[in-house]
């Protein structure tokens, strides 16, 4: 019976030892677990394609569902590597009550590029709804991110192109220089200058705020050389931090050469008497201001105007008289050319037996401010509303009149 008894004693206490080991093992498992209304919900990463050397902050969402009824304190947030290197943590973070989320940023920084496994780690302690603990908490989640090379992008610098015209000595000449951006970067601060590389020209600037990516401007500049030869002109553009850039080019400047003809007509018209002026410009400069009047033995020819008369062109001006002009009278053209001013004359000869035949006969003397630059030719029409002009030259290059 003792026997008995010891065998029954024996089993109660191997029963009772075998449920007391069942019951600490479901403990254990349970405490190694996360509770289901507690996880990690979510991860966001500052930096999708970081390279080497950049800090990204990586920020998991900590959720406590609406179904617990105790509270999650959140003690600890860390992220590693795969190696187990903590990049960095944040310490007491608070008190998650149900329904409550938390937002913890960490960074991470990588010396080597590559595919990157991070892990993040949160620690905490959950309560029941009488406050005592009942779980230590140890949530993941992973994060994987590829890290690059620094790009080596290379900055295009602007080009910049300067384009001369034919220049004449003593006169304004346009000087064109184009400034083009061909990187995918807009430039500042633009300041453009202009000058001789002697020094002796006066130097001229343009500024822009802004110059678009791969998009070009132009300049122009109006410079006067001071004299005959060949200048060689330089451009600076400076651009946004005092970065700079230059071009260089030649202009061939050509001596100032005034060679300027004048020479008047009298024609008659529905019973209107007319003067017509014309002014030739044979030189390589523009003529300004020019006056044109007109003086005989019994008269004055009346006096008019033209603005200018570019070089190699020739410009008409009519004006009406009281009376036809007979006899001889000259003719004068004054004009700014350059910095000084000049003068071209011409002679001209009214048949005055015109005036009986209905013939307008006149004898033209062309003349300049060289006086062996003269021609004679004949000019002779109709009136009544017809004019025919007819033209006899030596050493000119005269075709014909309007």
């Not at 140890?138 to 295009?156: A, D, G, N, Q």
């Not at 009986?356 to 029409?381: H, K, R």
Request: include cysteine; glycine fraction near 8%.
């Amino acid at each position: 019976m003792t026997a008995k008894i010891d065998r029954e004693t024996g089993g109660i206490v191997g029963l009772v030892m075998l449920l007391c080991l069942l019951t600490v093992g479901s403990v254990v498992g349970a405490a190694a677990a996360a509770p289901a209304h507690t996880a990690v919900t979510g991860v966001s990463v500052s930096e999708e394609d970081p390279e080497t050397g950049d800090r990204i902050i990586i920020t998991p969402t900590i959720s406590h569902s609406g179904s617990g009824s105790g509270s999650f304190e959140v003690t600890e947030v860390t992220v590693e590597d795969s190696s187990g290197t903590k990049h960095s943590e944040a310490n007491q973070i608070g008190v998650l009550g149900a329904g409550d989320t938390a937002e913890v940023p960490v960074s991470a920084r990588f010396d080597t590029a590559g595919d990157k496994r991070l892990t993040v780690h949160v620690r905490g302690r959950y309560y029941d709804s009488d406050g005592a603990t009942s779980e230590i908490v140890h949530l993941k989640r992973p994060v994987f991110v590829t890290v690059s090379e620094p790009s080596t992008s290379t900055t295009v610098p602007p080009r910049v192109h300067i384009e001369t015209h034919n220049a004449v000595a003593e006169t304004d000449t346009t000087v064109t220089v184009k400034v083009s951006n061909g990187d995918d970067e807009a430039l500042t601060d633009l300041s453009l200058r202009l000058d001789s590389v002697d020094g002796e020209m006066q130097s001229r600037t343009a500024i822009t705020p802004v110059l678009a990516a791969e998009n070009s401007t132009t300049y122009d500049f109006t410079v006067e050389p001071s004299e005959a030869g060949e200048t060689a002109l330089k451009a600076t553009l400076r651009y946004n931090d005092g970065e700079s850039v230059e071009a260089f080019d030649t202009v061939q400047v050509e001596p100032l050469r005034d060679d300027v003809s004048v020479y008047a007509t009298a024609f008659e018209e529905n019973d209107t008497v007319s003067v017509r002026y014309r002014v030739t410009n044979h030189g390589n400069a523009p003529i300004d201001d020019v006056v044109i009047s007109g003086v005989s033995n019994e008269s004055l020819l009346p006096t008019t105007s033209l603005q200018s008369v570019d070089a190699a062109t020739s410009k008409t001006v009519v004006v009406d008289v009281n009376e036809r002009p007979s006899s001889t009278a000259t003719v004068a053209a004054t004009y700014d050319i350059g910095e000084t001013t000049g003068q071209a004359t011409q002679s001209v000869q009214f048949d005055s037996s015109a005036a009986s035949t209905g013939t307008n006969a006149l004898t033209v003397n062309l003349g300049s401010a060289d006086p062996s630059n003269t021609s004679t030719f004949l000019l002779s029409g109709f009136f009544g509303g017809l004019v025919v002009t007819a033209l006899l030259f030596t050493g000119r290059r005269w075709v014909r009149d309007d």
